[in-house]
């Protein structure tokens, strides 16, 4: 694989014109970034206000950074010191949204100094990078990701991305990115989505103590949901035993609500952010910058928030993966990321 990277990389820089790789013919201006001088992605924005979008990106950083760090705060010293040395663990789910908070971070302060660019990249992949890893991990339903040689495959996904950033012309750099960016987003918005419907209609029926009766066709996938059922039947038991006994009522309070309610702020978060990279891609007005930058004012403190209501994965029921479904996942979110930037170079007249 890295021996074949090499050989195309030689070739193309071999046949590649340098002035080409910065920006194709009679290609729409862009801006430059007022700290570093640097080219960026941003082109002309209607109704601009410089004032207004710095407010908003600062923000969006300050608020991101602030619930990022309350949420390792609170894991790493109240939650896991309060635990059993043998239970200290958050699983690899919680540890994949806490890196996802952080490359997030990374990214919207960097954006904040130097805008989207080429050169900007190369923090906003590991955002991308780690949506990719949440999706992964809600396929392989907590299997570990090592064990996959997810790592490479992680390493090999940066390689390209950067790579093809670092060739294309503007604005063909800029369109690959938002394209494989938005299809993750809308990917992983759908896949929460599943994810938070299946446990939300498991735990309907644990509460109820409904068995699921088996079937000689699908045997297998039964035999797993019924005993999450059960999981959660025994579990609402319990909770239900301890309140009972409790005389002071102390324990109502401490309680932790359903999990699929916990798994319901990071769906709600992920469409979010989807519809707002979505609208920032379907025309370049200053309104739907703001809103875009807002949105992650909002959506990724949501993410923090799941961190501390839910500090261990362990209580999720992961959905039976089906590959096919998987596959119209991918499709969906393809699809919907090519639909969204066909709209925005329409709107912008980049297709003249």
Known sequence: MIPS???????????????????????????????????????HIEDYDDDAFNATTIFTVVIIAASTLYAL??????????????????????ALILLYLISTFFASFTFSMMNAGRIWAAFGVFHNLFEIALLSHIMLRQKSLLERNFVS?????????MFAVIVLPWPLDALFFKFQGLATDFALSIDLGRLYYHSKGLYKKASVGTLVTTTDDDCESVDDYTRDCDQLVQQLQQQQKEL??????????????????????????AVLHAIGNALVTFTNHFHMWVVFQFIYGISFPMYAYYCIAEPNASRISWYKVDYAKEVLVMVSGITLAGLSIVVGVYNADIHH
Request: net charge positive; with cysteine.
């Open 153 to 161: 495959v992680c390493f090999v996904y940066l390689l390209l991305t």
């Open 73 to 94: 705060y609170h894991i790493f010293w109240v939650h896991l010191p309060s635990l059993p040395r043998s239970r200290r663990a958050i699983g690899p789910f919680n």
């Open 5 to 43: 990277l090499l050989l195309l990389s030689l070739l193309v820089a071999s046949q590649v014109d340098a002035k080409w790789i910065s920006e194709i013919p009679n290609a729409p201006s862009r801006g430059f970034s007022k700290l570093f001088a640097i080219p960026t992605w941003i082109s």
């Open 244 to 269: 009972n006994d409790d005389s002071s009522k102390k324990l109502k309070y401490q309680v932790m609500v359903a999990p699929h309610s916990n798994v319901a702020i990071i769906y709600i978060a």
